[in-house]
């Protein structure tokens, strides 16, 4: 009887994660080296944390309602998902009445500090990247979270390492 090996080999994933820079930045990762992904209020993006998330996904750290906005680093998934804890502290803005210690509503993951780019993707070199048109982003362009291909990811790597045409 011969034993399987690697049944249990798991493919990475790859993600956008969007943070408003004044409240959470790829500065402020950097210097953490690892933090909570709390504060996350919308069910769509809360499935893919609390349900596809895994340790060790790659997440493209995207800098939203900045100027300029755009993929500013790596980051990868340090933690299975978690109950928010923000969801029952009062004096958080992202406190829940509706969310029970037995029964959470929200979940986070901790995310680790990978890289930051030499340079800011902006959302409009994205935009115009050919093999960047059928992004997620795109078509959910309000969600916190959105799943990525290995191939947008790459291109993305790969833009990070040119230099900006604007």
């Known amino acids: 009887m011969t034993s399987s090996k690697g049944s249990s080999t798991r493919v990475t994933q790859y993600w956008l994660m969007k943070s408003e820079p004044g409240e959470f930045s790829i500065d402020d990762l950097r210097k953490k080296k690892k933090h909570h992904w709390d504060g996350v209020r919308n069910f769509e993006a ?7 998330m895994r340790i060790g996904d790659l997440v ?16 990868k998934v340090a933690s299975s998902p978690y109950p928010d804890f923000t969801q029952w502290d009062k004096a958080s803005k992202y406190f829940d009445k509706k969310a029970g ?7 986070m993951v901790d995310v680790a500090f990978v890289e930051q780019f030499p340079r800011t ?10 093999a960047l048109k059928s992004m ?28 900006s045409l604007a």
């Open 60 to 75: 493209l750290f995207y800098h939203s309602n900045a100027t300029p906005s755009g993929v500013v680093g790596i980051a």
């Open 136 to 163: 997620a982003l795109w078509k959910r362009n309000r969600l916190s979270i959105t799943p990525v291909t290995k191939k947008e990811f790459e291109v993305i790597q790969k833009l990070a390492s040119k230099t």
């Open 101 to 107: 210690e037995e029964k959470p509503i929200w979940f």
């Open 121 to 130: 993707i902006k959302r409009s070199e994205l935009q115009n990247t050919a």
């Open 46 to 52: 809360r499935n893919f944390m609390r349900d596809k």
